[in-house]
T-cell receptor, first 120, second 113 residues
């Protein structure tokens, strides 16, 4: 079974509008973390936002926010005021276990990604 | 912030030769490094986890004799693709963690001809 599911292979959004990228996850761990990364065509992985399983508030970083619904095991990324430079591949990823227990707990499992295209 | 330098950024090699990819943490000590492989238009798949001074732990289906990983110091890990074949052509990317964060390298695009 997939641990991270991104059901949208591709998404289109008009410049300046908001867009939500979906991510659901599956884990039996109580301690876990959810990440979103942006990967432009150059290939680098750009960290966007992180949500820990014990964080009560939804994470926000500038135009990025994470809609964390623990009971539904979903961690959707919301990008507000889309810009042309937001066009890229977006990956949701999860680490399981407590990273304070060791670096190996930063092992990430990635979803298949969503290709976002921002139209002018 | 934490920086991980990965070299080379791209490499073309002949089938049957070996290629070494380096991943360096520039401003922190990386106790654990991860190596991922990404085929075109696909996700990142973890190949192995390496802890400084010990043998790497490979994911199921990854040939440890083909993908040699060395993590001899707290700032350097290397991935050597031995006897490369065209099917090994892929994007390889490392990530490193020290204490409380995870940083990715910029990736290496390997083409085997």
């Amino acid at each position: 079974a997939q641990k991270i599911t991104q059901t949208q292979p591709g998404m289109f959004v008009q410049e300046k509008e908001a867009v939500t990228l979906d991510c659901t996850y599956d884990t039996s761990d109580q301690s876990y973390g959810l990440f979103w990364y942006k990967q432009p065509s150059s290939g680098e992985m750009i960290f966007l936002i992180y949500q820990g399983s014990y964080d009560e508030q939804n994470a926000t970083e500038g135009r990025y926010s994470l809609n964390f619904q623990k009971a539904r095991k979903s961690a959707n990324l919301v990008i507000s005021a889309s810009q042309l430079g937001d066009s890229a591949m977006y990956f949701c990823a999860m680490r399981e276990g407590n990273p304070r227990s060791g670096g190996s707990n930063y092992k990430l499992t990635f979803g298949k990604g969503t290709l976002l295209t921002v139209n002018p | 912030g934490a920086v991980v330098s990965q070299h080379p950024s791209w490499v073309i090699c002949k089938s049957g030769t070996s290629v070494k990819i380096e991943c360096r943490s520039l401003d922190f000590q990386a106790t654990t490094m991860f190596w991922y492989r990404q085929f075109p238009k696909q996700s990142l798949m973890l190949m192995a986890t390496s802890n400084e001074g010990s043998k790497a732990t490979y994911e199921q289906g990854v040939e440890k004799d083909k993908f040699l990983i060395n993590h001899a110091s707290l700032t350097l890990s290397t991935l050597t693709v031995t006897s490369a074949h065209p099917e090994d052509s892929s994007f390889y990317i490392c990530s490193a963690t020290g204490t409380a964060s995870l940083t990715f390298g910029s990736g290496t695009r390997l083409t085997v001809v």
